[in-house]
């Protein structure tokens, strides 16, 4: 893994495709309406008889200001008491969901994003966790991976010791960029001091991994601005570190709109603080982990990929991908065994549904026996960098070249380019089509050809 990338611009510039991210396969894109609630309980009722353990996303969609570039599901308020009505239906969720399941199912794994989790109140917050602990079964020894998204501008060391209080032991933190120009371009005003008060307030409380997020493609970032924000980044020393690309769509979200495109740094200059951001973060220790991600080389994400154990779900990179996935909140998706189901992205109809003790369940997907074959290429190809055909063959009963004998001329257009190594017995992918990793996964994607690409970013 010490060659873990090699730059190659001429390889990018021609497979620097639009496509997934592959948080899933198939992806959300493939979603109807034909998928309910009734799905969700058979789904429920399969996780508890084989007793697997669980991960629990929670979505909080409140935000205070609004950030330009921002593509989540949220609702920007500045009163403080919407969020009560919506802490209610979801405990309503909570009860739903929980009451299919076996009390003795772990929880191993929490995740609180938004919106700006921390827009909750301390005791709204209290009383979230509380209501979680009571029907689900949440770990007490600090064992589990319990992470929160954090906005050091709704932070403070108080916030800090309640979130380690209530068993969460991971924060990620959104930063995007520290250069004062930019961050007016976005309407995201945050110091450096407001992010190192946060950080060092999960250092002393002991959180076990930080993770910083960062944003290349924002208006008026240079590759020489945002090198300095990488720099000043590096000094905090996270544990992990994303590294998104901006994807300027706005005809797709609306606040996007106010983001002046002229502004927008050239393809040219992107791909140079890409460049440039892998060498410091390489430079600085830091390993990559794939789609964005790098991790210092003692971090779990690092180990698993080592150990070939590293798996990719919802919340994207993770050790936890046998878990069964339940989604709470707003717009949240579930993945549990082959079915994906998604709630209503309205907040008054996610509300409404459950004022009437119905989940808000709309839409989703319930994988066939080709979706698995191709998740588990995919899964394979964008966590190891590799497929081993035997691994294939023996999992699904079925020969590898044989099934997917029409994509080998596209297979081997791509090893006479140098993005992957070929043979009869696996794939495996070149330090040079490492950052292009999604694009090899396209290839095995069944459904791209049926798909508007203009819904989906750049790999880079």
């Not at 600090?142 to 929160?148: K, Q, T």
């Not at 979706?371 to 999992?395: G, P, T």
């Not at 190594?421 to 694009?439: C, T, W």
């Amino acid at each position: 893994m010490l060659d873990a990338i090699r730059w190659d611009t001429d390889l990018i510039r021609r497979y620097d495709l639009a496509g997934p991210r592959y948080t899933s396969y198939p992806t959300a894109a493939q979603f109807d309406g034909h998928v309910g609630s009734f799905d969700l309980f058979h789904a429920l009722r399969e996780s508890r008889k084989a007793l697997r353990p669980l991960s629990l996303y929670v979505h909080v969609p409140f935000c205070a200001n609004i950030c330009y570039y921002c593509a989540c599901n949220k609702v920007i308020t500045k009163d403080r008491g919407r969020a009560q009505p919506y802490l209610q239906r979801l405990e309503q969720e909570i009860q739903l969901i929980s009451c299919h399941l076996d009390p003795t199912q772990k929880v191993e794994q929490l995740h609180f994003g938004g919106g700006t989790p921390t827009f909750l109140s301390h005791d709204e917050l209290r009383q979230l966790m509380a209501q979680l602990r009571k029907h689900f079964n949440l770990l007490d020894d600090d064992s589990g991976d319990y992470g929160i998204e954090i906005d050091p501008r709704e932070a403070d060391w108080s916030t800090m010791g309640l979130l380690r209080e209530l068993g969460f032991n991971r924060v990620s933190i959104g930063l995007q960029d520290l250069d004062p120009t930019v961050q007016r371009a976005v309407n995201r005003l945050q110091s450096l001091e407001e992010t190192r008060a946060v950080i060092d307030a999960a250092r002393t409380l002991q959180f076990r991994s930080i993770n910083i997020d960062l944003i290349y493609g924002l208006p008026r970032q240079t590759p020489e601005n945002f090198a300095r924000t990488v720099e000043e980044v590096i000094v905090l020393q996270p544990d992990r570190l994303s590294v998104f690309n901006y994807a300027h769509l706005p005809e797709r979200f609306m606040p996007q709109r106010r983001i002046n495109s002229s502004e927008l740094p050239t393809p040219a200059q992107k791909l140079e603080m890409l460049q440039r951001t892998i060498e410091q973060l390489t430079a600085a220790g830091y390993r990559y982990i794939g789609m964005d991600h790098f991790a210092l080389p003692d971090d779990e994400l690092a180990i698993a990929q080592e150990e070939s154990t590293l798996q990719r779900n919802f919340q994207g990179y993770t050790t936890h991908g046998h878990c069964d996935l339940i989604g709470l909140g707003v717009s949240a998706i579930s993945q549990i065994g082959d079915l994906y189901c998604q709630n209503n992205s309205d907040l008054n109809h996610y509300q409404n549904a459950l004022a009437t003790s119905q989940l808000a369940t709309s839409r989703g997907l319930l994988c066939n026996a080709d979706d698995r074959v191709r998740r588990a290429v995919i899964q394979q190809l964008i966590c190891s960098f590799n497929v081993e055909f035997a691994e294939i063959e023996q999992a699904f009963n079925i020969d590898f070249r044989g099934y997917f004998g029409e994509l080998w001329p596209q297979l081997q257009t791509m090893a006479k380019d140098g993005l992957i190594e070929l043979d009869s017995d696996r794939i495996i992918v070149l330090p040079a089509g490492r950052l292009l990793v999604r694009s090899v996964c396209m290839v095995f994607d069944r459904y791209l050809e049926q798909q508007n690409r203009e819904r989906f970013s750049k790999v880079i």
